[in-house]
């Protein structure tokens, strides 16, 4: 009995001490923890440092510390570049350079023959001027969004009118040794041609040797111009995957008809013509008359359009599948009336065919797809007048090509 006496108290003091050994590290254990946790304040001493804007980037002042710490303010805006262009016309080349950065590159031009406005400009004693002045505007109007460049407000008499006005850029077309006339129908061949470029008025300003390139008040903002280009985009890779599903579907490529048929339906099932609203906000018989419904901004913002719209917007998707397609203005007739109007020439086959979205989509009518010249004729007037080789009439319109004596099948 006593042995397991002995046993039991030899027992107790081994835990017991081993209770007091762990205790004494734990004490240890905390104390050098709250010993370390223990740090220093430092107080930043920044430099600072003034970094210019560029063509390219913006400029801010950069606060920097010892300990590596640092940050921006003071932002200024970047400068955007100023482009000065050369045209070399045997080489098909725009060779361009920035007057204040000296940033410089090579653009092609060839693929400017395909767009109808510019071809037609071929074969003319000024053929050169012509095609020198048609790129200058062109790269200009195109970098103005490219760069985010900013207009210029300015006030100018027009009709005798003070009129407050907002100028992309300025061209001396004299330099081209063109006329008044002749410059201010170039410029509205690269509207014609290009309907991307719908933030540009239409108005244009000639004066005794400068064309004034506009902006319109309604793009003003350079965000609505990316906005639009993005709905464009995205709706254009709609179109794309369409076609690349049919393709893939028949195991083949698809005939420039075949692109033309998915377009066509593609804009005439998902927009609307634009009217205009009464008080009550019901619609009324009347067209739309602002800047969305005549150009592709309001067919991709909006959904909506008057036949410039649709026009236009036909015409940019098929230059992108690389279809040979014509913005026409001039009259058309329905039923015994005779008002402005806007449809397309397509060329399928090498052949030129009539299409008008509008009269297809408020009227339900397969006649105006792929409308042959006697169909065009009995319906379509185009009266432009003959000026120094160039069609100057309401539109500055071209002439137009010989249009297939057949109609397209659907």
Partial sequence: MKKISIFIFSLLSLLVLTGCKTKSTTTKTQEKTSITSVTKSHIHNYSETVVAPTCEEDGYTLHTCLCGDSYKDNYVSKLGHKYK??????????????????????????????????NSLGNMVKTLNYRKLYIDI??????????TRNYTEKEVTVDQVLKKVNIISELDYFSYELTQEEAQAIF?????????????????????????????????????????????????????????????????DLSDQEVVKIVFDYIVNNKEYAYKLDESGEKTSEPRDDIYAHTVAGMVLENKGVC?????????????????TIVVNGKARRGENLTNHSWNLAMINNKYYGFDLTFYDTGDDARYYGMNNLLLEANREVDPQVSMGLYVGINYQYPLPEISTERLGS
């Fill in 85 to 118: 262009y050369s045209y070399d016309n045997a080489k098909a080349e725009i060779s361009e350079v920035c007057e204040k950065c000296g940033k410089s590159q090579v653009i092609t031009v060839e693929r400017q023959e395909f767009y109808y406005g510019y």
């Fill in 138 to 147: 062109l790269m200009e109007l195109y970098n103005y969004a490219a760069e």
């Fill in 188 to 252: 509205h061949l690269v509207y014609l041609d290009h309907p991307e470029l719908f933030y540009v008025s239409s108005t244009i300003l000639t004066n005794s040797t400068n064309i004034v390139l506009l902006l319109d008040e309604a793009f003003l903002d350079q965000n609505t111009i990316k906005n639009v280009n993005r709905l464009i985009q995205e709706e254009f890779d709609t179109i794309n995957t369409i076609i690349t599903n049919r393709r893939i579907e028949l195991n083949a």
């Fill in 308 to 324: 410039d719209g649709y026009s236009k917007l036909f015409k940019l998707y098929l230059d992108r599948f690389e279809v040979k």
